[in-house]
Nanobody
Framework: VRLVESGGGLVQAGESLRLSCVAS????????MAWFRHGSGKEREFVAA??????NYSDSVKGRFTVSRDNAKSTVTLQMNSLKPEDTAVYYC???????????????WGQGTRVTVSS
């Protein structure tokens, strides 16, 4: 399975972006799909994960970001609203068994899409 992200770009603080991730070979609804991000000079950070009706968010994005999934299209989407400069990072899509916050539990990763938020 290959994951391909899209939708990154440059926006101003307060604006919105919508990231998408498509799995090339399809996914099963029992699998978890997640978003992580890696900012310059920072550790890789969990953003959101979804499996079935279970959705997890990091505290830093809760209330601003929404993750959704279309199993028929093997796609996971991250709607990011009220963006802040600290949201600037490369965002990665990941596939795993559990909707965990731990990156080590995901075995397939995309190449990433860059999000830059200017102040």
């Amino acid at each position: 399975v290959r994951l391909v992200e899209s939708g990154g770009g440059l926006v101003q603080a307060g604006e919105s972006l919508r990231l998408s991730c498509v799995a090339s070979a399809g996914t099963h609804r029992s699998q978890a799909m997640a978003w992580f991000r890696h900012g310059s000079g920072k550790e890789r950070e969990f953003v959101a994960a979804i499996r079935g009706s279970t959705v997890n968010y990091s505290d830093s994005v809760k209330g601003r970001f929404t993750v959704s999934r279309d199993n028929a299209k093997s796609t996971v989407t991250l709607q990011m609203n009220s963006l802040k400069p600290e949201d600037t990072a490369v965002y990665y899509c990941a596939l795993g068994s559990l909707p965990s916050t731990q990156a080590r539990l995901y075995n397939t990763w995309g190449q990433g899409t860059r999000v830059t938020v200017s102040s």
